[in-house]
Structures are given as structure tokens and as C-alpha cells.
């Protein structure tokens, strides 16, 4: 027995018949095609995050880096006492700890707030 | 003492670490695991690990027995060894889990696409690797005849016996559980028993080993407390060179740069540099006071065995059988320090010989065990060839190596895309050839004072400056490595994971 009925057909809407445009570049596509916009990303996150290393070197060269100088301009300074321990001690055996972590977490914190920027400059707009 | 608490404590470290090493075992399988636990660690346990690995019998014993026989001066080194990790924090810690490398000449390759780099930095982990290893063994051998009274032979085959068996048996994920529970077992046996010896020393009235009547072998306690004048006579280049050695020493050793690629992401890594550097000066604050209390109360060993000062102490201050516990506490923890920084080292340098070398013959896990036994015979051989020198000496010299080579590479590697790979090599041969000879001069010739024993002993100041110029220079007229390439590489370095690049 054949069917009567014609075989069906697809109805589209006139837009899908119109060639496809390409898709809006992304700035990930950008940056993996590195073209100078893309460019202009990578390296302002590489700026920041080179700006904020060097930041956080500099607060370690001034704070530990600078204690060695302090102690030879300053021979004396082994007479003042801290609950009976002479001061170099004080500072060299415990008090720099802290400021090392100190200064680690303020700079993961900095770290990771310039990531979260770029991954919305790249993908929020 | 009672000898047997001695043994006791030696026997159940190291029972204990095989039998976490076995536990690992059931969950690793492949190569990868093998190497580097499949990266599936988390930071905490992560850091554990790189701080158990990282503090050695230098820094259980060592630092107590300098702080001891050298006074303040000697306390830039703990310092030292916890600010390269802040160092290597901000320059290198997140890029460096980023590049997706394995080991140091993984890193070399991918970023500058050159077998000679990479052949390079192989050899130079191997040389690094060794020169760490070398006191490691030896210092065991000490320690366990100061407790137990069997030969410093003995000592070190007990320590490479069960390096090798328990990194034959599981590689670094058994390495990982291993090396948490040693640094938690190293705080313990280290702080407990100070607990105990500061409430003695306060009964005792509590007098200060700074105090100017305190006299050891003709040093008075203003002396011996100076942070800078007591050994050689130009206080202040020296310390400025330790500190530039430790300050990036610490990101060019191998043992501690295989650590970041078990970071889930860059994110993971920069979490467990911060914690690592929590835990370490939770540690570091303490050998120094069984220095100090040393000079109190065990002021004889000021000269010659200043290194069995922590092990002494619990005799002398407190005795009978509290004090043989305490002993045994402090032996438990000195034993496991020689076993965690012996494994990472042994995990370190067999993984790259075993990439390199090895794998050519045979595959997979079999390269890595053969690797293995390779990578612990040589140092333990050498360690009985060799003179004996203080762990301390030893170690600061291949800071002062590390700092001098892969730093360098490392540092402009990563936020420098002039860098090139003629370059690179440059660097990296001359600062590895400077400190090399440092090394050598150290080893064969005692030198009496003077400007050039000085700048032999901490060679970092100079050696890491040439080094770095070299690199700079050699790069400015060397063809650059293919620029697509490198800054394909720069891209997947710095950007976050969760950004959709293309990262192969």
C-alpha cells in the first residue's frame, strides 16, 4: 500500500538560509592568535604581575635584605636587650618569620586579584 | 645513654616510613605516578611534603650545632633558607607549575626547544643533586654513632637502604604521604623536648648565653650573640653573598622544583609556597635556641662535636630516663630529616637520569628504579671518598651552585622572551663552571683568611652577577629561539588555567 501523502518537507526560516557569519572574535582567540590585541592582554598581565614581584622583592630587600647593613653601621645595637635577648637576636631568630609570611600572603592575595581581572577583561566584557 | 632507645627510635622511622610508602603504593601504578603523583596533591599536603623534604639534617642538627660553635651569625641561614621561598614564590612558583614540565631540564626544553639546554640543566641537577646528597650521608653516619655508638658507615648504609627501598617501592606518591608525616614527626621531636628544656633552664634561674660573664673557650656572650663578626674577617660581604645564595638557591634545587609539578594549578602551586613558608619558620624558630642553651649547658662541645648538641642536651639538662625518651624523640626526628631530603633528592635526580639516560635501554617504571640505585650509589660512595666537611658547608655550596645556574634560567627564563637559548647555555655553564671551582677549592684546600678565602667560601656574590650577564649578553647577539613558539609558552606561563587558550 503506498502512501497518499507527499513526503515531508523541512521548513526553515528565511535567516538560516543566509550564509553564516564568523563567529566574533574572542580575546582568547586573539591571544592564541597572537595578534597585538591579544598582545595587549598577555602583556598587561605580565606587567602587573612583573610590577608586583619586583614590589614585593623590594619590601623583603628592605626589611631582611637591609639587616646586615643595619647591624654593621650600628655594632652597638647588641647592648639593647628584649626580654633579656640582645635585639639582632630578637630579630633574627623570630621576628623575620612572620614578616616572610606576611609578606607571602599579601602578595598571593595581589597575585591572584590580577588574575581574576584578566580572566574578566578576556571573558566578561 | 641507654643505647636501645637510640635503636628503638631509628627502627621505628624507618618502619614507619616503609609502611607509608607501601600504603602509597596501592595508588600508584603508572609512570607518572611514579614521578610525580599524578599532580593530584593538594596544597596542604603539598607543602608538607616540600617542607619534610626540605629540612634536612643541616637544618635539625646543623643549625643547633653552628648557632652553638658561631653564635648569632649563623642564624642568617634559617633565615636564608625560609626567604628563598618567598623569592621563588613571586618569581617562579605559578609559571613554573604553568610550563607543564616535569623536571628543570623538562623546563629548559619546552622553553627554549634546545637538546643542549636541556642537556645542560641535566647534568647540572645531577651535580646539584649529589653535592646534597653527600653531607646528607655523611651527617647520618655522625649523628647515629653519637646515639647508638655503630660506625658512620653503618649510619649511612641504614639511610640508603631505606631511601632505596621506599623509592623503588612507591616513587614520589608514596614520597608524598612519607615526607608530610616526616615534617610533622621533625616539629614534634624537635619543640617537644624544648618545652621541657626551657622549664629547666628557667629553674635554673634562667641566665641569658648572651650574658658577658658567660665565657666559651675565650668568647663572651656580646661575641658569641653578634649577628655578624665572629668567623672570617669581612663579616659583611659574606653574609650578604649567603643570602643571595639562599635567597635563589632555594628555587634552582632539584628536590624542591619537582614538588611544584604536583600542584593541581598555578593557583594551587602559589597557596603552597605560602604554606610552606608557615611551616618552616614554625620550624626554624627552634634549633637555634638548643644552640643557645647549648652554650649554657653543654658548652664542651663548643669545638669539636657542636653537631650533637640537640641529641646531647635531654642528657645534660634533664637525664635518667626522661631524659633517654627525649633522646630518642630528637633521634627519631634527626633520622627522618637524612630520609625525607635523601628521598626528594633520590626522586630528583633519578627522574632526570632516568629521562635522560636510562630510558634508552629500558622503559617506563624499570628506568626509573635502575635510575634510582644509581642516583643513591654514587653520593654514598663519594661520601667515604670525600673529606669529612661540615653539612652546612656542603649545603650552602650548592645553593650557592643552584643560585648561580638555574636562578638565571629560571627567573629571566620566565619574564624574559630575549632570553635565548645560546644564551641560557652561556649562563648556566659559566655560573655552573665558577661555583664549580669554588666547590672543588673548598673541597681540597683549608684556607686561613683574607679577601680571596672570603669570596671561595660564599661564591654566589660574584658567581650569580657574571652569570647573569652572561646570559644577557650571549642572548643580546644570539639568534632568539622560534618567536611563536616562546611566546605561545609566555602565554601559557602566566595566564590562569580557567582562561580557554589553546595550551599544547
Given amino acids: 500500500m503506498s502512501d497518499p501523502r507527499p513526503p515531508r518537507v523541512r521548513v526553515t526560516g528565511p535567516h538560516a538560509a543566509r550564509p553564516r557569519l564568523r563567529p566574533r572574535p574572542t580575546v582568547a582567540s586573539e591571544i592564541d592568535a597572537q595578534s597585538d590585541l591579544g598582545e595587549i592582554y598577555v602583556q598587561g598581565l605580565l606587567r602587573a604581575q612583573l610590577r608586583l614581584a619586583v614590589r614585593t622583592l623590594f619590601w623583603l630587600i628592605t626589611t631582611v635584605g637591609l639587616l646586615p647593613l643595619v647591624f654593621w653601621l650600628l655594632p652597638g645595637i647588641g647592648d639593647h636587650r628584649i626580654a633579656g635577648m640582645p635585639v639582632p637576636w630578637v630579630v633574627l631568630a623570630f621576628a623575620c618569620y612572620p614578616v616572610l609570611v606576611v609578606l607571602a600572603w599579601r602578595y598571593v592575595r595581589a597575585a591572584e586579584r590580577r588574575e581574576a581581572d584578566f580572566v574578566a577583561a578576556v571573558e566578561g566584557r | ?504
Fill in chain 2, 1 to 504: 645513654m641507654n643505647v636501645g632507645y637510640g635503636i628503638g627510635a631509628v627502627v621505628l622511622v624507618s618502619i614507619a616510613t616503609l609502611a607509608i610508602g607501601t600504603w602509597g603504593l596501592r595508588i600508584s601504578r603508572t609512570t607518572s605516578d611514579f614521578f610525580v603523583a599524578s599532580r593530584s596533591v593538594r596544597p596542604g599536603l603539598n607543602a608538607g611534603a616540600i617542607s619534610g623534604e626540605y629540612l634536612s639534617g643541616a637544618s635539625f642538627l646543623g643549625v643547633g650545632g653552628l648557632v652553638l660553635a658561631f653564635g648569632g651569625e649563623m642564624l642568617w641561614y634559617p633565615v636564608g633558607w625560609t626567604a628563598g621561598y618567598l623569592v621563588l614564590l613571586v618569581l617562579v612558583a605559578a609559571p613554573l607549575r604553568r610550563s607543564g614540565a616535569y623536571t628543570l631540564p623538562d623546563f629548559a626544553e619546552a622553553r627554549f626547544s634546545s637538546r643542549r639546554v636541556r642537556a645542560i640543566s641535566s647534568v647540572l641537577v645531577v651535580a646539584i643533586g649529589w653535592l646534597y646528597l653527600l653531607p646528607q650521608f655523611q651527617a647520618a653516619g655522625v649523628a647515629l654513632r653519637t646515639v647508638t655508638g655503630i660506625p658512620p658507615w653503618a649510619g649511612a648504609l641504614i639511610v640508603a637502604v631505606v631511601v632505596l627501598a621506599n623509592v623503588l617501592a612507591g616513587g614520589m606518591r608514596s614520597i608524598t604521604f612519607v615526607q608530610v608525616f616526616q615534617y610533622w614527626l621533625k616539629l614534634t621531636a624537635l619543640a617537644l623536648p624544648l618545652v621541657f628544656l626551657v622549664i629547666v633552664w628557667v629553674g635554673d634561674g634562667a641566665t641569658s648565653p648572651a650574658d658577658a660573664r658567660v665565657v666559651v673557650d675565650g668568647v663572651t656572650g656580646a661575641d658569641w650573640a653578634d649577628p655578624l663578626a665572629v668567623t672570617g674577617d669581612h663579616p659583611l660581604y659574606t653574609t650578604y653573598s649567603l643570602m643571595l645564595a639562599t635567597f635563589l638557591g632555594t628555587m634552582g634545587l632539584p628536590h624542591v622544583v619537582v614538588r611544584y609539578y604536583t600542584n593541581r594549578d598555578g593557583r594551587a602551586a602559589r597557596k603552597t609556597t605560602l604554606i610552606v613558608l608557615a611551616l618552616l619558620g614554625a620550624f626554624y624558630v627552634l634549633p637555634p635556641v638548643y644552640g643557645a642553651l647549648g652554650r649554657l649547658y653543654a658548652p664542651d662541645l663548643a669545638g669539636s662535636a657542636a653537631d650533637s648538641v640537640v641529641l646531647e642536651l635531654p642528657q645534660r639538662m634533664i637525664g635518667g630516663i626522661g631524659g633517654d625518651l627525649l633522646t630518642a624523640l630528637l633521634t627519631a626526628g634527626a633520622f627522618a630529616a637524612f630520609l625525607a631530603t635523601s628521598s626528594g633528592l633520590t626522586v630528583a635526580v633519578a627522574g632526570v637520569v632516568s629521562q635522560d639516560v636510562t630510558s634508552r635501554r629500558v622503559s617506563g617504571v624499570a628506568s626509573f628504579r635502575f635510575a634510582a640505585v644509581i642516583a643513591v650509589v654514587v653520593p654514598f660512595l663519594l661520601a667515604f671518598a670525600a673529606r669529612d666537611l661540615a653539612v652546612a658547608t656542603v649545603v650552602g655550596l650548592a645553593f650557592a651552585m643552584a643560585a648561580a645556574t638555574f636562578a638565571p634560567l629560571l627567573v629571566l627564563g620566565i619574564w624574559w622572551r630575549g632570553l635565548t637559548p645560546a644564551g641560557a647555555a652561556a649562563g648556566m655553564l659559566v655560573g655552573g663552571a665558577l661555583t664549580g671551582y669554588a666547590v672543588v677549592d673548598n673541597l681540597v684546600s683549608e684556607r686561613a683568611g683574607g679577601w680571596w678565602a672570603a669570596l671561595i667560601e660564599q661564591p654566589a656574590a660574584w658567581a650569580v652577577p657574571i652569570s647573569v650577564a652572561t646570559m644577557v649578553l650571549v642572548s643580546r647577539f644570539t639568534p632568539a629561539a622560534d618567536p611563536v613558539q616562546v611566546n605561545r609558552l609566555m602565554v601559557r606561563l602566566h595566564t590562569p588555567e580557567d582562561v580557554a587558550l589553546d595550551r599544547t
